[in-house]
């Protein structure tokens, strides 16, 4: 008799707990396994006096144990996961001679059983079980959770069935339902539309039943929106049976010759968003949104979980459990563009969590032509998931049972613990990158495996027949139901010529219009009541009684109740007033960025921290009782990922301020991205509405290359028909009301603002609590100062550099000159313009005035849009870098920009000027000095 069949159930009890304690101190228990087995005499149940030897029992007990997490540990590299390659091996493998156990160990029966939830049982069936569990279609990995709840959870999940799904066979009959749509849809545009590209989904079919289980499931956990993000490859697919996009729609895509006049541009099919509600087989009803994406692999990132962050703050009450984000990514494109790893980092962060996505990877094992082992340095391209501690499924892309198995547990698991979960589908592509590639240039072995192998409906259609749950005739004669139907949406399409575009999330901007030409020839009123003003500033600048604050803090108010006492407002007061003003009209605000709360040149202060605590007190929040939601954030130090984030979040909030602001300007270009795929571009291509605020600091004051220039002319190179609006304000007040302009319009586009460093405290630079009380955004800022008549030289300038201009003046009385502030540069005010150049009707010479070297800011956009005078440059000479890193360098190019604006330079120079010379010659020879 086995000597484990001499354990009694009490006995076994015991032993059950001794490997509870031995997970948490493994030296102690042993003692103590020791101590139950002194005196046992294993040739009968006796006890004898003395110790007998137990080191085999108590050993191969826990060999086994150590067998039972070895596979949950590394039974994911062992898998069957792999339709049409072979694995890679790994060392060493899971034989139990690895463990210290043998082929005369299998029908010994162990209380290591028990760990796995089949009790006491033979070596061999424990085996049996770790395999089906965790080497068959279906690869976890999850021990590197640092939660033993969650581990548990998982386990007791994963090893109760062991990962082996059990359907209905009506279940089964949906499943295959929707994987024979999938499949018979790309392979009609295969047939119908020769060559043109779609991006197909042939190879991964099987993520369409999956997307359609984890809505059901969704729904009926509690989910009523999902917000999708995927790339190129399927989209077309995921648009017709998921979303529920006509198929005629589509194939109008392809036949299509215009589009209809709301889209200028318009964008390639499996590029554009979509929106629908349907009714799941619970009858429950439930939001779909895919958010529209560029070719730019991940860009639609962090604009997805924007948009869900948004939808949960402002129409779920905070729910997480009531919105999910799903996120389909490439293998390559995961485990390569660095955006993903900046999106799982703010996963988790207050100003940026969405309670959970969920991951799924279509996994080709090749990125265009680049091998997969060329394309990471990892063992998976899931392993970015590690950063957060998430669980990673590896499952077959043919097991379509065993995907929808893994995917409703991965819902499950985002409802529970509000984490990120990853299923990586390994299928393949079956043909090119797009459908006019040839991929046997470069994986000719692969690409013979693929042409051999059978289409997931194919493989599973045979399964259903085998388990008499179909006929081949019920089979062939669905998939001839659906051809027909799709043979008769495409007749119809072929009788039109335009496509239309539906705006991605219509019902969210229903109140909203496009813009027109004449919206900007002059801003709106955007002042408020003055009393009002003064109370909201009083409110802000007091501390709640009872809480130690930081002297600092305390210095800094009284500073600002001076400034009001005197009523000269700076630039953090006029600004913390327009965001005020708009809580108390019931528009919500939210600011993102690094060092936002406190502002990178410590000038905005909207959190007062309590002395000795991490609490924090943030006045725009406690205004009054009903005042709308303020929100404000330090950003994790990423560019591309926040500033995606903050476009998706003011996409699903139109009625809202939303900023995303940079720590210095030309840190933006790290999201250039965002930039050009979106911001600039998305209402031409999409249709694509937002009113995201980037706030961009901006000046030339000494600081070096990259603390100098937001790069104004890279947006001005940006913009046409009216696409953006980029605003260089020198004035509180300026900056007050294109804050509030920016709500108060009957449309939204992006509002890029180029915000001053050294102006947050000049002297010069306030404003008074009449000037945001009255009036409207200025986009040209005439000259007060100037007599008409006298004006000899009008300057034309932008920002910071006319409070050197307007010094520079009043010393040497320089009565001649009108110095003009273009504060909004895009779209061009030309009317305001020419009204200033008829009012200086007896002005010689009109300058353009720059703080950049030539080849950059404003310059190379006015010679496009300025044509109603010869403009002369006067700038640093054109270079590679913005500015230069010696501060003295600095000065002295500044100086000699004041010299040559007025006229304090040499003879030659000054017959240039004065001459009838051109302006392209006068240019010429003011680089010339300038460079010298």
């Not at 028990?114 to 049982?121: E, F, K, L, N, V």
């Not at 139901?481 to 229903?510: A, P």
């Not at 840190?667 to 930039?675: E, G, L, M, R, S």
Request: a neutral charge.
């Amino acid at each position: 008799m086995d000597k484990h069949s001499y354990l009694g159930n009490a006995d076994s009890a015991y032993i059950e707990s001794l490997y509870e304690e031995y997970r948490k101190d493994p030296l102690n228990v042993e003692e103590s396994w020791r101590k139950f087995f002194e005196g046992f005499d294993f040739s009968g149940r006796k006890k004898v006096s003395g110790p007998l030897p137990c080191d085999e029992v108590f050993d191969k007990e826990f060999r086994v144990i150590s067998l039972i997490e070895g596979y949950r540990l590394r039974g994911h590299l062992f898998t069957k996961t792999n339709p049409v390659r072979t694995r890679r091996q790994y060392t060493p493998s899971l034989d139990i001679e690895n463990f210290g156990l043998s082929a005369e160990d299998l029908d010994s029966v162990f209380q290591a059983g028990s760990r796995i939830g089949i009790g006491p049982a033979p070596l061999s069936k424990i085996v049996d079980h770790l395999k089906q569990t965790y080497c068959q279609s279906v690869g976890a990995e999850y021990m590197f959770i640092r939660v033993p709840e969650i581990i548990g959870w998982l386990t007791g999940k994963m090893e109760a069935v062991k990962n082996t799904p059990d359907f209905s066979a009506g279940e089964k009959k949906d499943i295959y339902h929707h994987l024979m749509l999938a499949v018979s849809f790309e392979q009609f545009i295969h047939r119908k539309f020769v060559g043109q590209k779609r991006f197909s989904l042939e190879g991964n079919e099987t993520v369409i039943p999956a997307l359609d289980a984890v809505i059901e499931k969704g729904a009926g956990i509690g989910i009523e929106e999902f917000v999708i993000g995927m790339a190129h490859r399927g989209r077309l697919n995921v648009l017709a049976n998921i979303m529920k996009k006509p198929y005629q729609d589509i194939f109008d895509e392809f036949n299509g010759k215009q589009y209809n006049d709301e889209i200028a541009l318009g964008d390639v099919k499996y590029h554009l968003g979509y929106n629908s509600t349907v009714k799941t087989d619970q009858g429950k009803k439930v939001r779909l949104n895919l958010v529209p994406n560029p070719s730019h692999l991940e860009a639609v990132d962090p604009v997805t979980l924007g948009i869900a962050r948004a939808k949960i703050d402002h129409s779920y009450g905070g729910d997480y459990n009531k919105v999910a984000p799903i996120l389909i990514h490439g293998d390559s494109a995961i485990a390569g563009q660095g955006v993903v790893y900046e999106v799982i980092q703010m996963s988790q962060l207050n100003g940026y969590k969405t309670g959970g996505t969920i991951h799924l990877v279509l996994n080709n094992q090749v990125g265009f032509t680049t091998n997969y082992l060329d394309a990471r340095s990892s063992t998976y391209c899931t392993d970015v998931a590690k950063v957060t501690k998430s669980p990673v499924f590896h499952v077959n892309g043919d097991d379509v049972e065993a995907l929808i198995y893994t995917i409703t547990l991965a819902m499950e698991y985002r409802q529970k613990y509000n984490a990120d979960v990853f299923i990586d589908i390994l299928g393949y592509r079956r043909f090119g990158h797009n459908e006019g590639d040839e991929p046997r240039f470069t994986q000719p072995l692969l690409y013979k495996q693929i042409s051999k192998h059978p289409n997931a409906r194919d493989i599973y259609g045979k399964k259903l027949v085998e388990q008499g749950i179909y006929t081949p005739g019920e089979i062939k004669q669905a998939e001839q139901d659906f051809n027909g139907m799709l043979e008769e949406n495409l007749k119809k399409s072929k009788e039109g010529s335009t496509v239309r575009i539906k705006q991605f999330m219509q019902e969210d901007w229903n109140s909203f219009r496009y813009s027109r030409s004449e919206d900007f020839s002059a801003s709106p009123e955007t002042g408020y009541d003055r009393e009002k003003l003064f109370e909201i500033a009083k409110k802000i600048n007091t501390l709640p009684e009872g809480k130690p604050f930081f002297s600092k803090i305390k210095k800094l108010l009284d500073d600002r109740n001076r400034m009001l006492k005197e009523n000269r407002l700076d630039w953090a007061l006029g600004e913390l007033l327009a965001y005020g003003t708009l809580l108390l009209e019931g528009y919500p605000v939210r600011v993102s960025g690094q060092d936002s709360e406190r502002g990178t040149f410590s000038h905005r202060h909207a959190a007062y921290v309590v002395e000795d605590s991490d609490e924090k007190y943030y006045p725009l929040k406690n205004l009054a009782p009903q005042q709308a939601e303020f929100s404000i954030f330090n950003s994790p130090l990423s560019e591309y990922g926040v500033m995606g984030f903050e476009y998706g979040y003011s996409l699903a909030v139109p009625g809202g301020l939303t900023i995303w602001e940079a720590q210095f300007g030309d840190f933006h270009n790290v999201a250039q991205v965002i930039v050009d795929q979106y911001i600039s571009s998305a209402e031409e291509k999409w249709g694509l509405m937002n009113g995201l605020v980037l706030l961009l600091p901006h000046g030339y004051e000494g600081q070096g290359p990259e603390h100098s220039s937001g790069r104004i002319e890279r947006f001005l190179a940006l913009c046409a028909n009216d696409n953006m609006q980029i605003v260089n304000c020198t004035t509180p007040a300026n900056f007050f009301h294109v804050l509030r302009r920016q709500i108060h319009r009957p449309f939204r586009i992006p509002l890029v603002i180029f915000t001053p460093k050294s102006l947050l405290r000049h002297p010069a630079c306030v404003s008074s609590l009449e000037e945001l009380a009255s009036g409207p955004f200025r986009e040209v800022i005439d000259d007060e100062l100037a007599i008409p008549e006298d004006v000899k030289q009008v300057v034309f300038t932008s920002g910071r550099l006319y409070y050197d201009l307007a010094k520079r003046r009043e010393e040497l009385g320089a009565a001649d000159t009108a110095i003009v502030r273009l504060e909004q540069l895009y779209p061009f005010p030309v009317g305001q313009i020419r009204k200033v150049i008829k009012k200086y009707g007896k002005a010689e010479r009109y300058v353009w005035a720059q703080d950049e070297p030539e080849n950059m800011g404003a310059w190379s956009y006015l010679q496009r849009v300025f044509k109603e005078v010869n403009l002369l440059l006067i700038s640093r000479p054109a270079s590679g870098s913005p500015a230069s890193g010696l501060l003295e360098l600095h000065r002295k190019r500044l100086e000699k920009i004041l010299d040559k604006t007025f006229r304090q330079c040499n003879c030659e120079l000054r017959r240039t000027y004065c001459g009838q010379r051109c302006g392209r010659f006068a240019i010429r020879e003011l680089n010339k000095e300038m460079a010298q």
